[in-house]
């Protein structure tokens, strides 16, 4: 018999979800930066091995929102709580346990009375640079907060201290995913292993460029997307909202831009031609109508 289950990583922005994603998927599905807000859309990572299949969805940080895109990442994360066999919450042990942390606890204190069945699970991550009396620290933090949201929750909550970038403690992690899944038919073929789509997963790989390289608010506001594809030529439009911004992401002489185009390239097949375009869409993401076009 098959087994799947789907699990769902929810935490604040930047503790490191994608990064735990790609690293149990085993390639590179999700972008992954040193900026809050890198995530932007569910993300499933598919992870079949033998007879079991978990379904991974990686989610935006959840955040205080102040933009309209702000609030859409924030329902995306919180839309993932029903259908879930497995919710995991992420802590990060490098930063203090905090009020967004306890909300994405009460996020997990609500799927677990709805579901009976859900495996509540509470991830700390960054181990690998840590102190241990920080890592203690944070699992004592989140226990004590597991216990004020009701008995039956602390029952079942199980607690996995690991590395997403160092791979400690993944291993262990899975094997509790493995665990929470059910019996039942594979949600997608053995071999695939991700749902994004080769143009949105080109869009993405150009946008983590912009991400790691620009300062200040300007990585929020960058969108990017695939306009023209016809093998080998790839266009994508890069979208920001002012013309100041335009000239920041192209840089000087075009440097940077340059420099986003060649590590993108470097992710995709042997032959591929990458162009980059920069285009000024005013507010792009505080007008909802914007964000419906856009896809989020
Ligand atoms: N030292 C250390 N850094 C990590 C670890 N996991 C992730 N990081 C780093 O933390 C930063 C954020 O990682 P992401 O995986 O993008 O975090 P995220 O939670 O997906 O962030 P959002 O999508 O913005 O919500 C990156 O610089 C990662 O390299 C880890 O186990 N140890
Ligand atoms: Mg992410």
Same mark, same amino acid.
Do not use: C
């Given at each position: 018999v098959t087994r799947c289950g789907v699990v769902?990583?929810?935490?604040? /922005?930047? %503790?490191?979800?994608?990064?735990?994603? #790609?690293?149990?998927?085993?390639?590179?599905?999700?972008?992954?930066?040193? %900026?809050?807000? +890198?995530?932007?859309? $569910?993300? !499933?990572?598919?992870?079949?091995?033998?007879? +079991?299949?978990?379904?991974?969805?990686?989610t935006p940080g959840v955040h205080r929102p102040k933009t309209a895109l702000g609030h859409r990442l924030n329902e995306s994360a919180r839309s993932v709580g029903d259908g879930l066999d497995a919710f995991v919450v992420m802590l990060e042990a490098t930063s203090e346990f905090g009020p967004g942390d306890r909300r994405v606890l009460g996020a997990l204190a609500e799927a677990a009375a709805r579901t009976p069945t859900l495996v509540p699970l509470v991830v700390v991550n960054k181990v690998d640079v840590a102190r241990r009396p920080r890592v203690a620290g944070t699992l004592a933090a989140a226990q004590s907060e597991v216990v004020a949201l009701g008995e039956d929750l602390a029952r079942r909550v199980e607690y996995y201290p690991v590395s997403a970038r160092a791979g400690t403690g993944v291993a262990e992690l899975l094997a509790a995913l493995r665990a929470a899944c059910p019996e039942g038919p594979? $949600?997608?073929p053995d071999d695939e292993v991700t749902d994004l789509d080769e143009h949105r997963f080109i869009a993405e790989l150009v946008r983590e460029q912009l991400v790691r390289r620009l300062r200040d608010e300007l990585p929020h506001s960058v969108h990017c997307r695939v306009t023209d594809y016809e093998w080998?030529?790839? #266009?994508?439009?890069? $979208?920001?909202? !002012? @013309?100041?911004?335009? =000239?920041?992401?192209? &840089?000087?002489?075009?440097?940077? $831009?340059?420099? %986003? =185009?060649?590590?993108?390239?470097?992710?995709? /097949?042997? =032959?591929?031609?990458?162009?980059?375009?920069? !285009?000024? @869409? /005013?507010?792009?993401?505080?007008? /909802?109508?914007?964000? @419906?076009?856009? &896809?989020?």
């Open positions: 769902a990583i929810v935490g604040r /922005p930047n %503790v490191g979800k994608s990064t735990l994603l #790609n690293t149990m998927v085993g390639e590179k599905v999700s972008i992954t930066a040193a %900026v809050p807000h +890198t995530t932007r859309h $569910l993300i !499933r990572g598919i992870i079949t091995e033998g007879e +079991t299949q978990v379904v991974l969805i990686d594979f $949600l997608y080998p030529h790839i #266009n994508v439009e890069i $979208l920001v909202e !002012r @013309d100041s911004q335009k =000239g920041m992401v192209i &840089g000087r002489g075009g440097a940077l $831009l340059k420099e %986003v =185009g060649t590590a993108a390239r470097a992710q995709l /097949p042997e =032959g591929v031609y990458l162009e980059l375009t920069v !285009r000024v @869409d /005013p507010q792009w993401q505080g007008r /909802p109508e914007a964000l @419906d076009r856009l &896809g989020f």
